[in-house]
Nanobody, 122 residues
């Protein structure tokens, strides 16, 4: 199983950050798996942002829910993150990852993407 994040490395404040996670070696619809977006600001810990389940149900971190959307394209085995109204505090390395159950801690993720650094700056 491989996951690969892609998207712009630089986003301006107030714009929308858009990232795609391409999955190979697995299907987004395989039963009971969750597909997650997780980020790590420089010098800080991991923060779970949200997930989409194998049945298409989304869940979000309450602290980010008002600005976050996750959806999937099952024909391409890709899932997408949109984070609206970004600020410099959203600068982070963004990871996608698969978990066999609903995410609670980082060790729940069995496959990770390599991560992509996104900087929010004018």
């Amino acid at each position: 199983v491989q996951l690969q994040e892609s998207g712009p490395g630089l986003v301006k404040p107030s714009q929308t950050l858009s990232l795609i996670c391409a999955v190979s070696g697995a299907s987004l619809t395989t039963n009971k798996y969750y597909w997650n977006w997780i980020r790590q600001p420089p010098g800080k810990g991991l923060e779970w942002m949200g997930s989409i389940s194998s049945s298409g149900v989304t869940n979000y971190n309450p602290s980010l829910e008002s600005r976050t959307s996750i959806w999937r394209d099952t024909s391409k085995d890709q899932f997408t993150l949109h984070l609206r109204s970004v600020t410099p505090e959203d600068t982070a390395t963004y990871y996608c990852g698969r978990s066999p159950d609903a995410y609670r801690v980082a060790s729940d993720v069995d496959y990770w993407g390599k991560g992509i650094l996104v900087t929010v700056s004018s």
